[in-house]
């Protein structure tokens, strides 16, 4: 494939605006550009209407090492506010700018690039390659949740997520993730008869008041990714100033760290409002929206170790292996019945998430060496390992 195919395939899945939905139409894209070789297996795995995940798996019997993208991106936000249309995918120079163009279209782009041109060339893998193309990675990491229940992490050796660390660091360990919301319910009545109401906010604030404390015991530190996080982020209550309150509540987000795995922190948080709830009036409810478990990893696994001695030699450069403070769909992948490691190294610059999002397109074709040489070093080593 020619540097301007590559990056019109990039351009054009800057063009289907698949904010945080219709990631259907990115996964009938991409399954167009496998459509012409009969030896891939192409399957859609559909979340909800216009959002499907896509999987695609090519090679043959060996050990098998899953390529991970996801389709959805964040929104624009102001679009007058961008120098370059967001959603056109304009070139200037070595730049092409659009939302996902560093998060993570191109990481997308040149794992799928990947495997069409192993099949273009007909290149003979040790193994097995499983793109695992995700929705709603930016909304809670549900596509991945939903693939690896259906079991397509299971066979899974190594998985590669080309989210955008940049090409000089391979993620190994990561943070989890907790949003929580606590809603407190009181009973409303005219402010001059406080007594025959319940104060609703008051009764959050009892909430607010020990929970901090709680969280503040949690004193170890991970060496790479710091200590655990909590924040509350949001609260809200009351109708008027001359009523009782009948609702109010808060969320917060917590970044956990591997010593403490989510199920230590939702034990604490259900018996705090537990406890609460024996006071008389008391009526606090808890609820969580799509938690993600922290990441070990392994600075020395094999495929850690692969991908930094590959990324040196293409890049020339000093790869660094490092932690992630934020969640990824590999959180979800781990929970797959296989033991496997899952590292983060893609294309990516400083602009994921913001105004004028953009790739060099220098590095989107350097990731895409990288990644053909990664796959089949990383095949044959495992194989390897394996038969000895
Ligand atoms: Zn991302």
Known sequence: MTPQAKIEILQHLIQIPSVNDHEAQVADYIASLFAPYPQAQIEKVTYAPGRDNLVVTIGQDGPQLGLCGHMDVVAAGDESAWQHAPFAGEVVGDQLFGRGASDMKSGLAAIVITMLEFLEQGTSLPGSIRLLATVG??????????????GYADQLAGLVIAEPSGLDNVVYTA??????????????????????????????MKFYNAVGPVMAKHTKTDPVLGSLLHNVDLISG????????????????????????????????????????????????LSYSFPEEAIPGDPN???????????????????KVVGSGGANDGAEFLRAKADFTSIEIGPGSNTSHQVDEYISIKEYLQAIEFYEALVPAFLKQTQATVHN
Do not use: F
């Open 137 to 150: 990675e930016e909304t809670g990491e549900y596509g991945a949740a939903q693939l690896t229940d259906a």
């Open 175 to 204: 943070r989890g993730v907790i949003d929580y919301k606590v809603v407190s319910t009181g009973k409303g009545v005219h402010s001059a008869q406080p007594e025959k109401g319940i104060n609703a906010i008051d009764n959050l």
């Open 238 to 285: 009351g109708e008027q100033v001359n009523s009782i309150p009948a609702h109010a509540e808060l969320m917060a987000n917590m970044r956990t760290i591997p010593a403490y795995p989510n199920q230590v922190i939702y034990d604490e948080l259900e018996a705090l409002i537990a406890q609460l709830n024996q006071e008389p009036g008391v009526q606090l409810d």
């Open 301 to 319: 696994a094999p495929l850690v170790q692969l991908a930094k001695q590959i990324s040196d030699q293409i890049c020339g450069h000093e790869t």
